[in-house]
């Protein structure tokens, strides 16, 4: 089992190293930084509400319970993954232990598995994809470029963001499922309030 555990890590070091050095240039060496730490920048949380507002009052019922649900959705996720998943895991990032990565970001202090960057975007694009369809393709490869930037910038190894992503999508799952049950119970009983009055 140990073998097997160290041959999957040499694996998970050599497709780093790869989308870490390999495909190292000018244009993802400007782009990779800004990408991952699009959540830190003021102009860009002030157009994600500005597109949430838009969502909430210009987005039909779908893009109105997509906006609603994206706050618990998050909430949820990433205080799963930072504040269990990371700490039971307890993986250090590549930056902290390997030599020779093409480091582009703060390394950080956080644990490595499974990436938050990636847990949280693709719940987000779970949400989103499944009450707008005809932006699913946007939705997530919105989500799967942040996910490779955190490999890109040396923050994470790649399978810190493929578990992120399963994390991600299972989490939207049960918020989406726990809303269907949830919309399913409030017209069962308003239809039959309905039927009981007309009785």
């Given amino acids: 089992m140990e073998s097997l555990i160290e041959f999957l890590f040499a694996i ?3 497709l780093f190293f790869f989308c870490n050095r390999m495909l190292e240039n000018v244009l993802f060496d ?14 860009a949380l002030v157009i994600v509400g500005i597109l949430w507002l838009l969502l909430l009052w210009r ?5 109105r319970i997509a906006a609603l649900l994206l706050i618990p959705t998050i909430a949820f996720s990433d205080q799963l993954n930072s504040s269990f998943l990371k700490h039971l895991v307890d993986r ?6 390997l030599a020779d990565v093409h480091l582009l970001v703060t390394c950080g202090s956080g644990y490595s598995f499974p990436s938050s960057h990636a847990v949280n975007n693709f719940a987000g694009a779970l949400v989103l994809s499944y009450f707008l369809p005809r932006w699913t393709w946007a939705f997530f490869a919105y989500a799967g ?18 578990a992120g992503a399963i994390v991600g999508l299972i989490c939207a799952s049960l918020v989406i499922l726990l809303f269907r049950i949830a919309e399913h119970w409030w017209y069962a009983r308003a239809r039959s309030r309905r039927d009981h009055h007309e009785a």
């Fill in 59 to 63: 987005g039909g019922n779908g893009g």
């Fill in 92 to 97: 250090p990032r590549p930056c902290h232990v």
């Fill in 12 to 14: 998970d070091r050599s």
């Fill in 30 to 43: 400007v782009a990779m930084p800004f990408i991952t730490d699009l959540n830190k920048k003021p102009a």
């Fill in 145 to 162: 470029l942040v996910a490779f930037s955190r490999i890109y910038v040396g923050v994470h190894y790649p399978s810190d963001v493929v």
